[in-house]
C-alpha cells in the first residue's frame, strides 16, 4: 500500500464489474516471491477472453487461476 493514493479508493475503476475486456497489472504473487515481477492479464468478458487466447501462443505465461 505504499504507492495508493486516497483518490484511488474512490476510483470508479476499481470494482470486479471492469469497463475494459482485458485487465493488466503488476503482479508479484503472494509474499512477493516473484523477484523478477510478472504482469498480470485478467479477461472480463467473452472479447477479452477471445483475444488474450489468441495472443497466448505468443507470451511466456503461467495461468494461476481459472
Not at 12 to 24: E, F, G, N, P
Not at 27 to 49: D, I, K, N, P, T
Request: aromatic fraction near 14%; include cysteine; hydrophobic fraction near 40%.
Amino acid at each position: 500500500s505504499y504507492i495508493l493514493r486516497p483518490s484511488c479508493f474512490q476510483c470508479r475503476y476499481t470494482k470486479l464489474q471492469r469497463v475494459a475486456d482485458i485487465s493488466i497489472a503488476d503482479h508479484w504473487g503472494e509474499e512477493q516471491r516473484f523477484l523478477e515481477g510478472r504482469s498480470l492479464m485478467v479477461a472480463s468478458s467473452a472479447q477479452g477472453l477471445f483475444w488474450l487466447t489468441r495472443a497466448l501462443d505468443s507470451l511466456q505465461y503461467e495461468e494461476i487461476f481459472n
